[in-house]
């Protein structure tokens, strides 16, 4: 039930855009966005509610097709805080809550 | 501050030992939950909390205890650790349903059973 995120890992220089996709065999009511860094705890981005929906702060956005059980996040003109790795995450039954395979992302100077 | 906290931060313990993980946060949030994570498979719920003394099994329980006696404290039991359980715990909480709102994180407890 866990969804699954592509790619596994990502490689970026500074300035360029990254997509992270995360996709759910299951339907999905919400996704959550959180970022980890290395031996950090991970922390919040953002939470889509709808299908349909698209929320975004800085330059890192997000949107989230309930139809396609899909949701993806857009990484505009990387910087090195960027860096981590990213979880999408939903709950699926109940209050139970299921977090994403996960996505290694790298940006380099 | 806002802020959830756990203890301890590390521990080394050998298989059988008894042990606790506490867990505390400050926001005054109705949901709590404990998640293990491990390399290449992420993080998976142990067990969740809707309240005082409302708990429930997440993804990967096996071998865990949990208990809600008051609002701000969550603690994860573990009554006879086994290697299998080295781990990186992270207690969370959320201020209702999990689906619909964020997740505050604490910093992490490293659990290494010998």
């Known amino acids: 039930q866990q969804p699954v995120q592509s790619p596994q890992a990502v490689i970026l220089r500074e300035g360029e855009d990254a997509v992270i996709n995360c996709s759910s065999s299951k339907a999905l009511y919400s996704v959550h966005w959180y970022r980890q860094k290395h031996g950090e705890a991970p922390v919040f981005l953002m939470i889509l509610l709808k299908g349909g929906e698209q929320k975004g702060h800085d330059k890192i956005s997000a949107s989230f097709n309930e139809k396609k059980q899909q949701s993806s996040l857009y990484l505009t003109a990387s910087q090195l805080s960027y860096s981590g790795t990213y979880f999408c995450g939903t709950g699926l039954t109940g209050n139970q809550f299921y977090f994403g395979t996960g996505t290694s992302l790298t940006v380099i100077p | 501050e806002a802020q959830v906290t756990q203890n301890p931060r590390y521990l080394i313990t050998v298989t059988g030992k008894k042990l606790t993980v506490t867990c505390s946060q400050n926001?005054?949030?109705?949901?709590m939950s404990w998640y293990r994570q491990d390399p290449g498979l992420g993080l998976r719920q142990i067990y969740y909390?809707?309240?005082?003394?409302?708990?429930d099994k997440g993804d990967v329980p096996e071998g865990y205890k949990v208990s809600r006696k008051e609002k701000r404290n969550f603690p994860l039991i573990l009554e006879s650790p086994s290697p299998n359980q080295t781990s990186l715990y992270f207690c969370?909480?959320?201020?209702?349903?999990?689906?619909?709102?964020?997740?505050?994180f604490g910093p992490g407890t490293r659990l290494t059973v010998t």
């Open positions: 909390s809707m309240n005082v003394e409302v708990t």
């Open positions: 926001m005054n949030h109705e949901y």
């Open positions: 969370a909480s959320s201020s209702a349903g999990v689906g619909s709102y964020e997740q505050y």
